[in-house]
C-alpha cells in the first residue's frame, strides 16, 4: 500500500471512529447522549495527544484495538449512568435519577475515549509526517471527507452498531503493518485479532437483542406487554414513548387540548412530535379532516406505522413528513386550526459540539411568533408534556403571554403541578379557559433562538459542567506534559517545540468555535435532523479542502492582511443573524446562509493553509492545532450564558491572538525565523513519504 492510500486510509479511520464512539457511547451510557460534547472533546485531545507522541519510537497505533476493546468492555459490562440531578437545567428521561456525580462519569468517559483516540491518532501522525505538511492535510481531509461520508450512509440505511465495528475493524486490518518475524510480534497480533474479535462479539450481541434497532439518532429497543396492548419504546436505554389504543374518553393528557376548543372545527392539524401514533390517532377521533404529522425520527415513525392498535398512520387523512418542527413551520405558508407541540422531548444532543438538543429551537420565542403566524383567524395553539419543573411551565407560559398578548389557558396535574398542558389563540374567546395563567416576577424570560437553551433556568454554566471541564484540563495538561516529555532522541516534541506552535493552537480554538456557531445556524434555518448536520460537517470540510488547494496553487504576497478580511468577514456575519434569514425563500436562504457561514471558514483556513504550509515539524504543529480545538470545545459552554451569536467575538480575539502569536512566520518556511531555540530534526518529505532525518 503507498502512503498516499495508508494516509487516507488512517484519516478515514480516525474520523469514523470519532463519530462511532458519540453515537455509541451516547447509546449505552445512561443519558450520556445529553453529553456527547465530552466525548468529542476526548476524541480531540487523544487525537492531539496522538500526534505529539507520534516523535517518539514507541508506536502506539499498534494497541488501538486493544484500547478500543477496553472501552467497548468497560461500558456494556460495567453500566453506569449520568446522574441528572440539579436544579438549574432539566434533562427528561426516567422520573429517577442515579448514578456517581455528572463529573465523576463523564470524567472518566473522556479519559478512556482520549486513551483510545490517542492510539488511533499516533498511527495517522506517523504516515502524516512523511508528507509535505499541506500534501499530509489535504490527504486527512480527503479520508475524514470519506469518513463522513460512510458514516451517513449507515445512518441512512439505520445500520446497527455492528455495522460500525465491521468498518472500523477492516481499516484497522488494512493500515497496520503486520509482522510475524519474532515471537513478540506474532503475540502482538494474535492479541489484536482477538481484540477486534471481541469488540465485533459484543457489538453482534448488542444488534441481534430482541426488538433492538437504530435510527440516525437512537439505539431503539421496543417491547410488547403481555396481554399484547401497549408497546413500550426506549431510546438509548431511556424510557420514551408508550404506544397504545386511544379512544375520546382515555387518557384525559391527550384528549384535554380538544376539550377547551370553543370553535372545534379542524380542517387541518399540525401535530410536532407525532411520534408512534398516539396524538394522531386522538386528533382523527375528533374529528380532523387532515392532520400534518411531523416526526424527526424515521424509525419511531415506522414502528407506529407498523404496531399502532389505531393504524392512524394508514388513515389517508394523515400526512407524515419526517423532520423538525421549526424546520416545517419555516418551509409551509399552510394556516391550520389547532398546532400541537406533542410531547417533543429529544434525549440527546443535534452535534456532539454544541449543547443544543433536537428540540431547543421549537421552544424560543421566535418559534413560538412563527407558530402564531400559521394559525387560521381562530386557531388554537396546544403543548403538553411532564415538564419535570413548575418553573418550566412558567418559562413556557410567559413565552406565550408575550406573543399573544394575553396570558395562556394552563392544565396542571399531580401533586407538584409539572404535568401541563398549555393553550393559547389569536382571540381568547377560541379557548374555553377556566384557568389562566398569572404572570409573576419570578418566571423565567422566554428562550430565544440565540440562547435557545429552554431547559436551562438562567444564564449560567452549571456547577458539573465547570467541575467536569477543571478535571479535564487537569487530565489534558497531564495528558500533553507526558506526550512531550523530555528525551535524548532528536526531532522528538518538547514544551519548547509546543510552545512555537501557539498561534496555531489559537486558530484552533477559534475554528471549533466557527465551526460549532455555524452548525448551530444551519439547524436553525434548515432544521436539527441529522442529515442537515452531516452536510454542514461534510460542506465544512468540502471548503478547508478549497481553502488547502488555493494555498497549494497561489502565492499570496502578503497573507497578514488575511486577518483583515477574516475580520470584515466576522463582521458580516455579526450583523446579519441567522434570524434574518428565515423569512427569505428556502433557495435564496441556503445561497445567503452558505455565503455568511462559509466565508469567514474559507479565510481562516487561507490563515491556516499559509502558516501551516512551512512549519518544520507538521506533527507537532497539527497536535497542536487539536488541543487548541479541544479547548475551543470547553469555550463553547460560554453560549450557554451570552447566546451562539457572542461566540463570533471569542473568535475574533482567538484570531487575533493567532495574529499576535504568529504573524511572523506567515508565508515563509519556519526555519528562516529566528527564535531562540535550536532547529527542529525532521523529515525531507516528498508526496510518496521518503525521506531522511536532517536539521
Known amino acids: 500500500m503507498s502512503?498516499?492510500?495508508?494516509?487516507?486510509?488512517?484519516?478515514?479511520?480516525?474520523?469514523?471512529?470519532?463519530?462511532?464512539?458519540?453515537?455509541?457511547?451516547?447509546?449505552?451510557?445512561?443519558?450520556?447522549?445529553?453529553?456527547?460534547?465530552?466525548?468529542?472533546?476526548?476524541?480531540?485531545?487523544?487525537?492531539?495527544?496522538?500526534?505529539?507522541?507520534?516523535?517518539?519510537?514507541?508506536?502506539?497505533?499498534?494497541?488501538?484495538?486493544?484500547?478500543?476493546?477496553?472501552?467497548?468492555?468497560?461500558?456494556?459490562?460495567?453500566?453506569?449512568?449520568?446522574?441528572?440531578?440539579?436544579?438549574?437545567?432539566?434533562?427528561?428521561?426516567?422520573?429517577?435519577?442515579?448514578?456517581?456525580?455528572?463529573?465523576?462519569?463523564?470524567?472518566?468517559?473522556?479519559?478512556?475515549?482520549?486513551?483510545?483516540?490517542?492510539?488511533?491518532?499516533?498511527?495517522?501522525?506517523?504516515?502524516?509526517?512523511?508528507?509535505?505538511?499541506?500534501?499530509?492535510?489535504?490527504?486527512?481531509?480527503?479520508?475524514?471527507?470519506?469518513?463522513?461520508?460512510?458514516?451517513?450512509?449507515?445512518?441512512?440505511?439505520?445500520?446497527?452498531?455492528?455495522?460500525?465495528?465491521?468498518?472500523?475493524?477492516?481499516?484497522?486490518?488494512?493500515?497496520?503493518?503486520?509482522?510475524l518475524r519474532t515471537n513478540r510480534a506474532r503475540l502482538l497480533v494474535a492479541s489484536q485479532a482477538l481484540a477486534l474479535l471481541g469488540i465485533i462479539v459484543i457489538l453482534a450481541f448488542e444488534s441481534f437483542a430482541p426488538g433492538t434497532s437504530w435510527s440516525p439518532y437512537y439505539k431503539i429497543e421496543q417491547s410488547t406487554n403481555a396481554q399484547g396492548d401497549i408497546t413500550t419504546i426506549n431510546v438509548n436505554s431511556v424510557p420514551h414513548q408508550l404506544m397504545f389504543r386511544v379512544d375520546k374518553s382515555a387518557n384525559v393528557f391527550?384528549?384535554?387540548?380538544?376539550?377547551?376548543?370553543?370553535?372545534?372545527?379542524?380542517?387541518?392539524?399540525?401535530?410536532?412530535?407525532?411520534?408512534?401514533?398516539?396524538?394522531?390517532?386522538?386528533?382523527?377521533?375528533?374529528?380532523?379532516?387532515?392532520?400534518d404529522a411531523v416526526e424527526i425520527d424515521p424509525r419511531i415513525l415506522d414502528i407506529g406505522k407498523t404496531h399502532h392498535p389505531n393504524r392512524p398512520y394508514q388513515d389517508k387523512r394523515v400526512s407524515v413528513h419526517i423532520n423538525d418542527g421549526r424546520a416545517f413551520l419555516s418551509n409551509t405558508n399552510k394556516k391550520y386550526d389547532l398546532i400541537e407541540f406533542a410531547l417533543p422531548d429529544s434525549i440527546t444532543l443535534v452535534t456532539g459540539q454544541s449543547s443544543l438538543r433536537l428540540e431547543s429551537y421549537l421552544f424560543t420565542k421566535e418559534s413560538m411568533e412563527s407558530v402564531r403566524q400559521h394559525l387560521a383567524p381562530h386557531g388554537v395553539f396546544a403543548m403538553y408534556n411532564y415538564y419535570r419543573a413548575k418553573w418550566l411551565v412558567d418559562r413556557y407560559a410567559n413565552t406565550l403571554r408575550q406573543v399573544y398578548g394575553t396570558s395562556p389557558c394552563v392544565t396542571l396535574y399531580g401533586n407538584k403541578q409539572e404535568l401541563a398542558t398549555l393553550l393559547a389563540s389569536r382571540h381568547p374567546a377560541d379557548v374555553a379557559c377556566t384557568s389562566r395563567w398569572k404572570a409573576t416576577a419570578s418566571a423565567p424570560a422566554p428562550a430565544t433562538d440565540d440562547r435557545p437553551f429552554p431547559y436551562l433556568r438562567s444564564p449560567s454554566i452549571p456547577s458539573f459542567y465547570l467541575e467536569t471541564i477543571a478535571l479535564i484540563l487537569l487530565a489534558s495538561i497531564l495528558a500533553v506534559g507526558f506526550a512531550v516529555r523530555g528525551t535524548s532522541k532528536p526531532g522528538e516534541a518538547?514544551?519548547?517545540?509546543?510552545?512555537?506552535?501557539?498561534?496555531?493552537?489559537?486558530?484552533?480554538?477559534?475554528?471549533?468555535?466557527?465551526?460549532?456557531?455555524?452548525?448551530?445556524?444551519?439547524?436553525?434555518?434548515?432544521?436539527?435532523?441529522?442529515?442537515?448536520?452531516?452536510?454542514?460537517?461534510?460542506?465544512?470540510?468540502?471548503?478547508?479542502?478549497?481553502?488547502?488547494?488555493?494555498?497549494?496553487?497561489?502565492?499570496?504576497?502578503?497573507?497578514?492582511?488575511?486577518?483583515?478580511?477574516?475580520?470584515?468577514?466576522?463582521?458580516?456575519?455579526?450583523?446579519?443573524?441567522?434570524?434574518?434569514?428565515?423569512?427569505?425563500?428556502?433557495?435564496?436562504?441556503?445561497?445567503?446562509?452558505?455565503?455568511?457561514?462559509?466565508?469567514?471558514?474559507?479565510?481562516?483556513?487561507?490563515?491556516?493553509?499559509?502558516?501551516?504550509?512551512?512549519?518544520?515539524?507538521?506533527?507537532?504543529?497539527?497536535?497542536?492545532?487539536?488541543?487548541?480545538?479541544?479547548?475551543?470545545?470547553?469555550?463553547?459552554?460560554?453560549a450557554l450564558v451570552v447566546g451562539y451569536r457572542a461566540l463570533l467575538v471569542l473568535v475574533g480575539v482567538l484570531y487575533g491572538l493567532a495574529l499576535l502569536t504568529g504573524w511572523r512566520y506567515l508565508g515563509v518556511p519556519e526555519d528562516s525565523v529566528s527564535v531562540g531555540e535550536e532547529p527542529v530534526l525532521d523529515t525531507v518529505k516528498t508526496d510518496e513519504g521518503l525521506g531522511v532525518l536532517q536539521p
Open 3 to 179: 502512503a498516499r492510500i495508508r494516509l487516507l486510509l488512517l484519516s478515514f479511520l480516525m474520523l469514523f471512529t470519532e463519530l462511532a464512539l458519540i453515537r455509541w457511547t451516547g447509546a449505552n451510557v445512561l443519558y450520556l447522549s445529553y453529553f456527547s460534547n465530552f466525548v468529542l472533546l476526548g476524541s480531540f485531545l487523544g487525537i492531539g495527544v496522538g500526534f505529539l507522541w507520534s516523535k517518539h519510537e514507541f508506536g502506539l497505533f499498534r494497541f488501538a484495538p486493544l484500547a478500543l476493546l477496553g472501552l467497548v468492555a468497560f461500558i456494556r459490562f460495567f453500566p453506569v449512568e449520568v446522574s441528572r440531578s440539579g436544579a438549574g437545567e432539566i434533562f427528561f428521561g426516567g422520573l429517577s435519577s442515579s448514578g456517581p456525580p455528572q463529573w465523576v462519569v463523564l470524567t472518566i468517559i473522556f479519559v478512556v475515549v482520549s486513551i483510545a483516540m490517542a492510539c488511533i491518532g499516533d498511527g495517522v501522525a506517523r504516515t502524516f509526517s512523511t508528507f509535505e505538511p499541506l500534501t499530509a492535510y489535504r490527504l486527512d481531509l480527503v479520508g475524514s471527507l470519506l469518513g463522513i461520508i460512510v458514516f451517513t450512509a449507515l445512518s441512512f440505511l439505520r445500520a446497527p452498531s455492528l455495522g460500525w465495528g465491521l468498518i472500523v475493524g477492516v481499516a484497522f486490518v488494512a493500515t497496520e503493518p503486520f509482522g
Open 494 to 638: 518538547s514544551f519548547r517545540s509546543v510552545t512555537r506552535y501557539i498561534d496555531l493552537f489559537f486558530m484552533g480554538a477559534a475554528f471549533l468555535l466557527l465551526e460549532t456557531k455555524n452548525l448551530v445556524q444551519f439547524a436553525l434555518l434548515f432544521g436539527t435532523t441529522w442529515l442537515v448536520n452531516a452536510l454542514v460537517f461534510g460542506g465544512i470540510l468540502l471548503v478547508v479542502l478549497a481553502a488547502v488547494e488555493v494555498t497549494r496553487r497561489v502565492r499570496i504576497p502578503h497573507p497578514q492582511w488575511l486577518y483583515l478580511v477574516l475580520l470584515a468577514a466576522l463582521v458580516v456575519a455579526w450583523f446579519v443573524p441567522p434570524s434574518n434569514l428565515l423569512p427569505l425563500d428556502p433557495v435564496l436562504r441556503f445561497v445567503c446562509a452558505t455565503l455568511i457561514a462559509f466565508a469567514p471558514i474559507f479565510i481562516a483556513n487561507l490563515i491556516f493553509a499559509e502558516r501551516f504550509k512551512g512549519t518544520a515539524s507538521s506533527t507537532t504543529a497539527f497536535g497542536v492545532n487539536l488541543l487548541g480545538a479541544m479547548v475551543g470545545g470547553v469555550l463553547e459552554f460560554a
Open 254 to 291: 391527550y384528549n384535554v387540548p380538544y376539550q377547551h376548543l370553543a370553535k372545534p372545527r379542524l380542517d387541518n392539524v399540525l401535530i410536532v412530535g407525532a411520534g408512534s401514533g398516539n396524538d394522531v390517532a386522538v386528533a382523527l377521533l375528533h374529528g380532523a379532516r387532515h392532520v
